[in-house]
């Protein structure tokens, strides 16, 4: 596609729940990366993809968040017992090498709101 | 820990006064810098970025930014702000990897017509 989509672009879930946000990148882009957005706050970085493996998932809060990428393109966040702190805006982006002089495209994020 | 302070929540400008927004940040190692803009319901959108050479970076949308390592800062610039500029914007610190910062808690710009 033309840039970074993301599915659904709002999701409501009651606290325990499992869910999965979906992430497309800009084709051919081998970098993908999520971020979660709370309310009044910048980005806060999650985990880093380098083609079908984490190369980085040290922002990851606890093991209850999960994300695959197993083709190296879509990814896939997953919350399983879901809090009430998880709400916030989940980002999605993608590069097309990851390193060096090359740009970040963020999606425009999938609200999730935990009730 | 790298870390960016953004020291201004929120900033009013006069259409067509000069704009500047303020950056700090902490990092231990060559930073990569950039500037990011944010629209209600749209993405972020990259409007300039520091790697390395020149200390005066320029971007899209007429904003630059000057990087001076001395006082860790790399503050956002614009001589004439437009009414479309009124947006969030984010400063972010990283290594050499476009999309793995650390971001500032955002300035938000308001223009007055």
């Known amino acids: 596609g033309a840039g970074v989509s993301q599915t659904p672009s709002n999701k409501v879930t009651e606290k325990g729940k499992y869910v999965e946000l979906r992430c497309d990148p800009i084709?051919?882009?081998?970098?993908l990366y999520w971020y979660r957005q709370s309310l009044g706050q910048g980005p806060e970085f999650l985990i880093y993809?380098?083609?079908?493996?984490?190369?980085?998932d040290s922002g990851l809060p606890n093991d209850r968040f999960f994300a695959v990428r197993p083709e190296g393109s879509v990814s896939t966040l997953k919350i399983q017992r879901t809090e009430r702190g998880d709400s916030a805006v989940y980002l999605c982006a993608s590069s097309l090498t990851g390193t060096g002089d090359t740009e970040a495209f963020f999606g425009q994020g999938t609200r999730l709101t935990v009730v | 820990a790298q870390s960016v302070t953004q020291p201004d929540i929120h900033i009013t400008v006069s259409e067509g006064a000069s704009l500047e927004l303020r950056c700090n940040y902490s990092?231990?190692?060559?930073?990569?810098l950039f500037w990011y803009v944010q629209s209600p319901g749209q993405g972020l959108q990259l409007l300039l970025k520091y790697f390395s050479g020149d200390t005066l970076v320029q971007g899209i949308k007429g904003f630059e930014a000057e990087f001076k390592r001395s006082q860790s800062s790399f503050n956002l610039r614009k001589p004439s702000v437009h009414w479309s500029d009124a947006a969030e914007y984010f400063c972010?610190?990283?290594?050499?990897?476009?999309?793995?910062?650390?971001f500032g808690d955002g300035t938000t710009l308001t223009v007055k017509p």
């Open positions: 972010a610190v990283g290594p050499n990897n476009a999309g793995k910062s650390t």
């Open positions: 993809f380098q083609g079908t493996g984490a190369a980085d």
């Open positions: 990092y231990g190692a060559t930073p990569y």
């Open positions: 084709s051919g882009h081998t970098a």
